[in-house]
């Protein structure tokens, strides 16, 4: 790769051919006619699944090299984030992976069952069938039929373009850019740029405690270290685990603090419409991290949340963190069973 600087891991590469909703697979016909087609596929162990008809178009690269690719865009970047004028600087932030190899028919039945059922599964994860055994009266015509393709990679290649080859003030100034902007998945893609290639110092958006890292779009790696701070709060007494943790990562607005050792420091999310309300709940600091400030920082960081900011009016209920609220501008506008109704004008 001409730039070290954006090559993934192995890892990383396997990881997005897997969560893509499709790959574009292109070789050449025995003519040397290209064929490039989206197709649905499985991976599994290494390889790469592929089904369809024994004979058309596609059927004529069985067997031969082909390459497989996905990619996501992560953000499109306005000129503007660099330049004032000049229209040259924008560009798109993606991630990419890129497989070569040989496209070769499955014969054997379990295995065709095998990759079929990894398909299945990733496509309808709810269930709702019959898994698939090719000794299954039900399935074995079907498996026997189906053309079942596996694609074994002779060279893998992952690319990540999320501005990490740029100098840290442009990388802050683009940053910065993106959460004042707060398009969808700019969010997103800010926290995906710093968790390929964090900043030594921050944009100042998510300046926190020494020792502290912000993240402005807590993700699947903090879910457990949040529930273990949530559970058993006297708000939460009367949820499940499961409800405790399926509510932070469906709130538009999800922030929170990590350690250098990427242990769950601090939990914040809102529920909004972007326009009239948006809705605080799930605030909760380590008890070890108390006391540094850690608190005004995350709901600083939650309630200039692009999600959240824009609401008129942000509200939350509280039993004994009145005068911490206060002093982020929230005022008590009811009480009812202990609890304080808070709110804040924005």
């Not at 074994?152 to 992952?158: A, I, K």
């Not at 419409?273 to 709940?281: F, Q, R, S, V, Y």
Request: with cysteine; hydrophobic share 45%.
């Amino acid at each position: 790769m001409r730039n070290p600087k954006r090559q993934m891991s192995d890892a990383e590469a396997w990881a997005l051919l897997g969560r893509a909703p499709f790959l574009h697979v292109a070789g050449t016909d025995p003519d040397g006619r290209p064929i490039l087609r989206a197709l649905n596929a499985a991976v599994a162990d290494g390889v790469i699944g592929v089904h369809g008809a024994r004979v058309g178009e596609k059927a004529a690269l069985f067997g031969r090299p082909v390459v497989a690719s996905a990619v996501e865009v992560i953000a499109t970047v306005p000129s503007y984030a660099v330049h004032p004028e000049r229209a040259c600087p924008a560009t798109t932030w993606y991630r990419s992976a890129q497989v070569e190899g040989v496209l070769a028919p499955v014969d054997d039945p379990d295995t065709k069952a095998a990759l079929l059922g990894t398909l299945m599964s990733r496509f309808q994860p709810e269930g709702g069938y019959r898994p698939l055994d090719a000794a299954d009266p039900m399935y074995r015509a079907s498996v026997k039929g189906v053309a079942v393709l596996a694609l074994r990679p002779e060279r893998l290649t992952g690319k990540a373009s999320l501005g990490q080859d740029k100098p840290a003030p442009m990388r802050r100034q683009v940053l910065t850019a993106l959460w004042q902007r707060g398009a969808p998945g700019d969010v997103a893609a800010i926290d995906a740029a710093l968790r390929f290639a964090p900043l030594e110092e921050p944009p100042g958006f998510l300046a926190g405690p020494p020792g502290v890292t912000m993240r402005c779009a807590m993700g699947s790696e903090e879910l457990d270290g949040a529930l273990a701070l949530l559970r058993g709060a006297y708000w939460n007494v009367d949820h499940s685990d499961a409800i405790i943790a399926g509510a932070q990562p469906a709130c538009p607005a999800w922030v929170g603090a990590v350690d250098d050792a990427g242990r769950v420091l601090a939990t914040a999310r809102g529920l909004s419409d972007h326009t009239k309300l948006a809705w605080i709940g799930d605030v909760a600091v380590h008890p070890e991290a108390r006391g540094r400030g850690l608190g005004t920082a995350v709901m600083r960081l939650l309630l200039d949340h692009p999600a959240v900011r824009h609401a008129r009016k942000a509200a939350l209920l509280t039993k004994d963190a009145m005068g911490f609220y206060a002093r982020l501008g929230f005022t008590e506008v009811g009480r009812e069973n202990e609890r304080s109704t808070m709110v804040r004008l924005q």
